[in-house]
């Protein structure tokens, strides 16, 4: 259903570079706080990224807001609005009055708006008023509408693009479309993987590229035609190259001139060709970025001759310069956020206990803009006594100060634990921690939850005391024929710590079979709905879970309350087991043989331990092809993990997230990026991603039938 232009506690940074002119002066100056839109400064974020997008393009754009469609457009476009211009702010019905009721003008932007579809009209001849000459004239428009959506997915405009030609309809829609799929990008990773797509597609190539300048030499990722991608490759980084400064490629050169290079039959990367596909393209556009922090640029090759239009060439230009905006947008986010990211994680454990009978999982996934340290964290560790202890908190802020806390609170928690690990001793403690860090810093304001718990597997016990966090959850599971139940235990929670916390104990048995789950609010709290609908939703998802594996139940609660948060989401499970597993790892190398190495490795593996055979097939298989994706995306070894109970197999494979170089022959030899993560869906019963301190972590899980 379409929304309203939603509004973020934070004002969103201001638009970089010189003062605004022309019709961006009008919208940054527009009284928008008198309209139902609000002060522009509140504006969702995503919102705030397409006016951008609108104002900086050099076609006609328009930008219609909220159900009154009030209107933001560029100085391309104020030509169309005529003798109305300046209409900023004003509902486009009012303004386009004379034509809003004919068939493809209004209808196509209020259809765009309640179904959220792109929608395009084709040779539209309509009365024009010429801005400045007062003329009417009779002219053929060609329009695109796309819906643009709030960092909540709601529907909250449309972004229209308008050319006076018949002709390239549909790269017209495209352009439209990449405008709003670039709206949507934090990272360069993203941009380059939207701009690649749209140049594939808009202009049917056999080549593309996406270069840019990261300081100290260039990068360079290429799509070609034909390559093996799915929608589920999409998820993992692109592939990077470098390329060398005494060898520049054609599209460097233009990146670094800022002048398009077009070639219509030649060999135009005979020189610099990396395999076959760059040796066999005759016709290369190569056009350069247009941003004022960073240089880069974008290639289009065909393997035939390929004349390049006038308009092909403005098309090009065209979006070259929305990717070059949305690249800019890329790396202010990085330069910001980067450091905050990193800190956070380095701050979270990098590696949990292995125990017989416990298996641990964590999962920490920043908000829903990624773009701030947070306070979430956990932790879990083995007491003197051999024991474990859990804890998960959250300390309130988002930004490196916060994160910061965070750090000091958990240390804090550990080193309390192994003196005393009583938990309502261990909060009492941290509780005057807490308000001392508050007294230091002349703050009142220092919120900060927790629940921490030891567990004896022995005695079958588990103990917790809470500081105002949410209630965990116990999915309990004895007999693995009968169905699991799910339920909050009731925890005596004392206030947040800092403010006189006297936290009670609670004792519940943790026999064979259960499964801890410790979360933060992020996990069910909702702007929308009440937080119960949140708590039941989550107890549903975990009790009808296909396994209680830890990391299992980690993508589970992370994904079980629909909807997007700005809040950051922390989950620790804890598994008491019904019977040990059995464990194998492999370091792997990042070299041509190593995908081979693995399967036949894990291969007999899981043969020695009777795994069935059709399992055994499935799992090699998956497992070569996020071995094979490892090793191209991360260009270091990775580690491959095996672990098997009687109810599922579990493996996973890490990389150090390098995204470094990777070298041709590994190119060259390794499959190109296997067959994609839509086979891991296909032949598993679950599986996800963890991001890690340095890099991250693909995982799957096949269950294995009852009596197998």
């Given at each position: 259903?379409?929304?309203?232009?939603?509004?973020?506690?934070?004002?969103?940074?201001?638009?970089?570079?010189?003062?605004?002119?022309?019709?961006?002066?009008?919208?940054l100056?527009?009284?928008?706080?008198?309209?139902?839109?609000?002060a522009?400064?509140?504006?969702?974020?995503?919102?705030?990224?397409?006016?951008?997008?609108?104002?900086?393009?050099?076609?006609?754009?328009?930008?219609?807001?909220?159900?009154?469609?009030?209107?933001?457009?560029?100085?391309?476009y104020?030509?169309?609005?005529?003798?109305?211009?300046?209409?900023?702010?004003?509902?486009?019905?009012?303004?386009?009055?004379?034509?809003?009721?004919?068939?493809?003008?209004?209808?196509?932007?209020?259809?765009?708006?309640?179904?959220?579809?792109s929608?395009?009209?084709?040779?539209?001849?309509?009365?024009?008023?010429?801005?400045?000459?007062?003329?009417?004239?009779?002219?053929?428009?060609?329009?695109?509408?796309?819906?643009?959506?709030?960092?909540?997915g709601?529907?909250?405009?449309?972004?229209?693009?308008?050319?006076?030609?018949?002709q390239g309809?549909?790269?017209?829609?495209?352009?439209?479309?990449?405008a709003?799929?670039?709206?949507?990008t934090?990272?360069l990773?993203?941009?380059?993987?939207?701009?690649?797509?749209?140049?594939?597609?808009?202009?049917?190539?056999?080549?593309?590229?996406?270069?840019?300048?990261?300081?100290?030499?260039?990068?360079?990722?290429?799509?070609?035609?034909?390559?093996?991608?799915?929608?589920?490759?999409?998820?993992?980084?692109?592939?990077?190259?470098?390329?060398?400064?005494?060898?520049?490629?054609?599209l460097?050169?233009?990146?670094?001139?800022?002048?398009?290079?077009?070639?219509?039959?030649?060999?135009?990367?005979?020189?610099?060709?990396?395999?076959?596909?760059?040796?066999?393209?005759?016709?290369?556009?190569?056009?350069?970025?247009?941003?004022?922090?960073?240089?880069?640029?974008?290639?289009?090759?065909?393997?035939?001759?390929h004349?390049?239009?006038?308009?092909?060439?403005?098309?090009?230009?065209?979006?070259?310069?929305l990717?070059?905006?949305?690249?800019?947008?890329?790396?202010?986010?990085?330069?910001?956020?980067?450091?905050?990211?990193?800190?956070?994680?380095?701050?979270?454990p990098?590696?949990?206990?292995?125990?017989?009978?416990?298996?641990?999982?964590?999962?920490?996934?920043?908000?829903?803009?990624?773009?701030?340290?947070?306070g979430?964290?956990?932790?879990?560790?083995?007491?003197?006594?051999?024991?474990?202890?859990?804890?998960?908190?959250?300390?309130?802020?988002?930004?490196?100060?916060?994160?910061?806390?965070?750090g000091?609170?958990?240390?804090?928690?550990?080193?309390?634990?192994?003196?005393?690990?009583?938990?309502?001793?261990?909060?009492?403690?941290?509780?005057?921690?807490?308000?001392?860090?508050?007294?230091?810093?002349?703050?009142?304001?220092?919120?900060?939850?927790?629940?921490?718990?030891?567990?004896?597997?022995?005695?079958?016990?588990?103990?917790?005391?809470?500081?105002?966090?949410p209630?965990?959850?116990?999915?309990?599971?004895?007999?693995?024929?009968d169905?699991?139940?799910?339920?909050?235990?009731?925890?005596?929670?004392?206030?947040?710590?800092?403010?006189?916390?006297?936290?009670?104990?609670?004792?519940?048995?943790?026999?064979?079979?259960?499964?801890?789950?410790?979360?933060?609010?992020?996990?069910?709290?909702?702007?929308?709905?009440?937080?119960?609908?949140?708590l039941?939703?989550?107890?549903?998802?975990?009790?009808?879970?296909?396994?209680?594996?830890?990391?299992?139940?980690?993508?589970?609660?992370?994904?079980?309350?629909?909807?997007?948060?700005?809040?950051?989401?922390?989950?620790?499970?804890?598994?008491?087991?019904?019977?040990?597993?059995?464990?194998?790892?492999?370091?792997?190398?990042?070299?041509?043989?190593?995908?081979s190495?693995?399967?036949?490795?894990?291969?007999?593996?899981?043969?020695?331990?009777?795994?069935?055979?059709?399992?055994?097939?499935?799992?090699?298989l998956?497992?070569?092809?996020?071995?094979?994706?490892?090793?191209?995306?991360?260009?270091?070894?990775?580690?491959?993990e095996i672990?098997?109970?009687?109810?599922?197999?579990?493996?996973?494979v890490?990389?150090?997230?390098t995204?470094?170089?990777?070298?041709?022959?590994?190119?060259?030899?390794?499959s190109?990026?296997?067959?994609?993560?839509?086979?891991?869906e296909?032949?598993?019963?679950?599986?996800?991603?963890?991001?890690?301190?340095?890099g991250?972590?693909?995982?799957?899980?096949?269950?294995?039938?009852?009596?197998?």
């Amino acid at each position: 259903m379409p929304g309203t232009v939603g509004h973020v506690p934070a004002s969103p940074a201001p638009v970089p570079g010189a003062p605004a002119t022309g019709t961006a002066a009008l919208v940054l100056g527009h009284p928008w706080a008198g309209t139902s839109l609000g002060a522009i400064e509140g504006w969702d974020p995503a919102v705030r990224a397409v006016v951008d997008l609108v104002l900086g393009a050099a076609v006609p754009m328009s930008l219609t807001l909220g159900a009154e469609f009030l209107l933001v457009y560029n100085d391309g476009y104020a030509e169309l609005v005529g003798a109305a211009h300046p209409a900023i702010g004003q509902p486009a019905a009012e303004v386009f009055a004379d034509v809003w009721p004919l068939p493809g003008v209004g209808d196509l932007i209020e259809r765009t708006f309640h179904e959220g579809r792109s929608a395009l009209a084709k040779e539209l001849i309509l009365p024009v008023t010429r801005y400045g000459s007062g003329a009417v004239e009779q002219g053929v428009f060609t329009r695109g509408c796309s819906p643009v959506r709030d960092s909540a997915g709601a529907v909250v405009g449309v972004l229209t693009v308008v050319a006076e030609t018949t002709q390239g309809t549909e790269q017209l829609q495209s352009l439209s479309e990449l405008a709003a799929a670039l709206s949507g990008t934090l990272t360069l990773d993203d941009v380059a993987r939207v701009a690649l797509r749209y140049a594939l597609d808009a202009f049917d190539a056999d080549r593309v590229a996406f270069a840019v300048d990261d300081g100290g030499g260039w990068r360079i990722v290429r799509r070609v035609r034909g390559e093996l991608l799915d929608e589920a490759d999409e998820r993992l980084p692109p592939l990077w190259r470098r390329s060398p400064d005494d060898r520049p490629t054609p599209l460097v050169t233009a990146a670094r001139s800022g002048a398009p290079i077009f070639t219509g039959d030649g060999r135009p990367l005979a020189d610099v060709a990396v395999d076959r596909h760059d040796q066999k393209i005759r016709a290369l556009a190569n056009l350069p970025l247009r941003s004022a922090v960073l240089r880069g640029g974008i290639s289009v090759g065909y393997q035939r001759p390929h004349p390049w239009s006038a308009g092909e060439r403005a098309l090009l230009a065209a979006a070259a310069e929305l990717v070059g905006q949305a690249a800019e947008r890329a790396r202010r986010f990085e330069n910001q956020h980067g450091t905050a990211q990193l800190l956070q994680r380095s701050m979270l454990p990098e590696h949990l206990p292995d125990l017989p009978r416990l298996r641990i999982a964590a999962r920490y996934d920043p908000g829903v803009d990624g773009n701030a340290a947070g306070g979430d964290f956990y932790d879990a560790f083995l007491l003197p006594d051999g024991r474990l202890g859990v804890v998960l908190g959250d300390v309130a802020g988002h930004d490196v100060q916060a994160a910061a806390r965070m750090g000091q609170v958990r240390a804090a928690l550990r080193a309390l634990a192994l003196t005393d690990p009583r938990p309502d001793a261990v909060l009492a403690g941290l509780d005057r921690l807490v308000a001392s860090l508050g007294a230091e810093g002349g703050t009142h304001e220092l919120f900060v939850t927790v629940v921490f718990g030891v567990i004896d597997a022995e005695r079958e016990l588990l103990t917790l005391a809470s500081a105002g966090h949410p209630a965990p959850l116990l999915r309990r599971c004895a007999d693995p024929d009968d169905r699991p139940a799910a339920a909050y235990l009731d925890v005596v929670s004392g206030a947040p710590l800092g403010l006189g916390c006297l936290p009670g104990t609670t004792t519940v048995p943790f026999t064979p079979g259960d499964t801890l789950l410790l979360f933060s609010d992020g996990v069910v709290e909702r702007r929308w709905q009440s937080l119960s609908v949140g708590l039941a939703g989550l107890a549903e998802a975990v009790a009808t879970a296909g396994s209680g594996d830890p990391r299992a139940l980690c993508a589970v609660a992370t994904a079980a309350v629909p909807g997007a948060t700005d809040d950051d989401v922390a989950v620790l499970a804890v598994e008491h087991a019904l019977m040990p597993s059995r464990s194998a790892g492999m370091e792997v190398p990042a070299e041509p043989t190593a995908p081979s190495r693995v399967r036949r490795w894990m291969t007999a593996q899981l043969s020695a331990w009777q795994v069935p055979e059709s399992i055994v097939g499935a799992a090699v298989l998956c497992t070569s092809e996020l071995t094979t994706n490892a090793l191209l995306h991360a260009g270091t070894a990775a580690r491959v993990e095996i672990d098997l109970s009687a109810e599922r197999l579990l493996v996973s494979v890490a990389d150090s997230g390098t995204r470094g170089a990777v070298t041709k022959t590994q190119t060259d030899t390794l499959s190109s990026r296997g067959r994609g993560l839509g086979l891991i869906e296909q032949l598993s019963d679950a599986w996800g991603t963890d991001p890690t301190v340095r890099g991250s972590t693909v995982w799957f899980e096949i269950l294995i039938p009852p009596g197998r």
